[in-house]
T-cell receptor, first 114, second 110 residues
Framework: DAGVIQSPRHEVTEMGQEVTLRCKPI?????LFWYRQTMMRGLELLIY????????DSGMPEDRFSAKMPNASFSTLKIQPSEPRDSAVYFC????????????FGSGTRLTVV | GQSLEQPSEVTAVEGAIVQINCTYQ??????LSWYQQHDGGAPTFLSY????GLEETGRFSSFLSRSDSYGYLLLQELQMKDSASYFC???????????FGTGTRLQVTL
């Protein structure tokens, strides 16, 4: 298995632009998570899905952020419009179902908003 | 809400043993995990404890005391490649939600 695949690895965009981050979880994993990592706030859970259904989006900072999971093999995190304070590393992670506790993280997308 | 406390930095010598502590305050505690993250890399899963006691996996061991809301990660026979950040993280509710601590940066020296 290729693991959790995220794209792009790096993204530089101007303030106000729309940004879309992509994630392909490990095949057969029931859970998908989006995290954001910054020096100031550490690793924050933004949203997670179970069997493609959003379960908890309480970590999504504001309405500018949205996430979708149209099928078991693909998820997107969209920021519109982007702001400099959104600059961070965004990780996608997946986990198998009941009885499995280890998360597998993707390599992350380093987002810079200028 | 949840809060997790762990030391920000630890330094140890190659070949030594180091213990990284984690205390937590949370409702709906389900279990404790540890993750390793090298600079520029992604977090990788090390261990999971749901019950009190010690879990050993090679050079790494993890301990949990639910009554004390406390756990630790023990690294033995330290190697230079162990220099990384180590995060404790708590599962809450139905064990689907994982909240991370602020991380401990371990520096292994010669």
């Amino acid at each position: 298995d290729a693991g959790v695949i995220q794209s792009p690895r790096h993204e530089v965009t101007e303030m106000g632009q729309e940004v879309t981050l992509r994630c392909k979880p490990i095949s057969g994993h029931d859970y998908l998570f989006w995290y954001r990592q910054t020096m100031m706030r550490g690793l924050e859970l933004l949203i997670y899905f179970n069997n493609n259904v959003p379960i908890d989006d309480s970590g999504m900072p504001e309405d500018r952020f949205s996430a979708k999971m149209p099928n078991a093999s693909f998820s997107t995190l969209k920021i519109q419009p982007s702001e400099p304070r959104d600059s961070a590393v965004y990780f996608c992670a997946s986990r198998a179902g009941t009885g499995s506790y280890g998360y597998t993280f993707g390599s992350g997308t380093r987002l810079t908003v200028v | 809400g949840q809060s997790l406390e762990q030391p920000s930095e630890v330094t140890a010598v190659e070949g030594a043993i180091v213990q990284i502590n984690c205390t937590y305050q949370t409702s709906g505690f389900y279990g404790l995990s540890w993750y390793q993250q090298h600079d520029g890399g992604a977090p990788t899963f090390l261990s999971y404890n749901a019950l009190d006691g010690l879990e050993e996996t090679g050079r790494f061991s993890s301990f949990l005391s639910r009554s004390d809301s406390y756990g630790y990660l023990l690294l033995q026979e330290l190697q230079m490649k162990d220099s990384a950040s180590y995060f404790c993280a708590v599962y809450t509710g139905t064990a689907s939600k994982l909240t991370f601590g602020t991380g401990t940066r371990l520096q292994v020296t010669l």
